[in-house]
């Protein structure tokens, strides 16, 4: 099964179904006769409150991503990008896990081998150019994992604003 968004319903007597947004109330599916990787991946950010917040329409901040491939060893690419468009500058980079120090200069994307059950950790870098409102499920930035053949094995996302 190729990588699915599975949209789930959430509904309660007397109300209309709850909305469904991919990556935030949805499920990626997917299914593999051979070994893949599989990328679980947890975002904080600075106030722990899954929202970036950034000061000023040219302000600057910053979060981080951990994770496990709970699946096989293969090459991950790890890309960070706005689920709509936004005025924002990202970067990410493969950190360090016990001092958080970037193991290569932020760049759009980072690629490395992920051994089966090795945990790697990343920054994420947020620049904003311009205001961005503060509307949590669609404001968001998403940060993927790609295996050797493009297909996403992992996904986590945050909401992002700018303060004025």
């Known amino acids: ?3 699915t968004e599975v949209v789930l319903n ?3 007597s007397n109300t209309d179904p709850a909305p469904s947004t991919a990556g935030l109330n ?3 599916l997917s299914a593999s006769a051979a070994p893949v990787p599989d990328i679980v991946a947890l975002s904080a950010t600075p106030t722990a409150d899954g929202i970036v917040a950034l000061p000023g329409t040219n302000g600057s901040n910053a979060f981080a991503v951990s994770t496990v491939n709970v699946g096989s060893t293969d ?11 936004l005025p924002l500058a990202l970067s990410i980079c493969e950190t360090n896990p016990g001092t958080g120090d970037c193991l290569s200069p932020p760049a759009s994307d980072t690629t490395n081998a992920v051994n089966a059950g090795a ?3 990343y ?3 947020v620049t904003a150019t311009g205001t961005v409102p503060f509307d949590p499920a669609a404001n ?3 940060v993927e994992f790609r ?5 996403v094995r992992g996904s986590t996302s945050v909401a992002v604003q700018t303060l004025q």
């Not at 090459?75 to 468009?85: H, L």
């Not at 295996?147 to 297909?151: I, K, L, R």
């Open 26 to 28: 949805t499920l990626l």
């Open 147 to 151: 295996d050797g053949d493009g297909v």
């Open 119 to 121: 945990t790697p950790t």
């Open 75 to 85: 090459t991950i690419t790890a890309a960070a990008a706005p689920s709509v468009t």
């Open 123 to 125: 920054s994420v870098f």
């Open 10 to 12: 959430y509904d309660c």
């Open 1 to 3: 099964i190729s990588p």
């Open 140 to 142: 968001r930035i998403n």
